[in-house]
């Protein structure tokens, strides 16, 4: 099977960056996503009780695929600060299996 990359770079008008890197894998597709944002903060007060949904709808169908084919489905959030001191924003890396 091929190995393809794509990689695009795109640019908002306050100069941020948000850079997506697909690559076939083989047995998965990995997604790669990393913006020089503010990143993630630790201990911070939300002003409001608002719980977003999106991260808990994931997990469930993450782990729903994992149970239902027996393959890997990876999911990984980092703080780009906690890498390197000099850095900002966040790095998402998504695994998902090839399901044949």
Do not use: C, Y
Request: hydrophobic share 35%.
């Amino acid at each position: 099977m091929s190995f393809t990359t794509f990689t695009f770079l795109l640019k908002n008008v306050k100069k941020g960056l948000l850079k997506l890197n697909i690559t076939d894998k083989t047995d998965w597709i990995e997604f790669i996503i990393e913006d020089n944002g503010t990143g993630m903060h630790k201990n911070v007060k939300k002003e409001n009780n608002h719980k977003s949904m999106a991260k808990v709808i994931f997990e469930k169908r993450r782990k729903l695929i994992q149970k239902t084919h027996n393959k890997d489905f990876n999911f990984e959030m980092v703080n780009l600060k906690d890498i390197n001191p000099e850095k900002t924003g966040i790095r998402i890396t998504i695994q998902i299996p090839i399901i044949e």
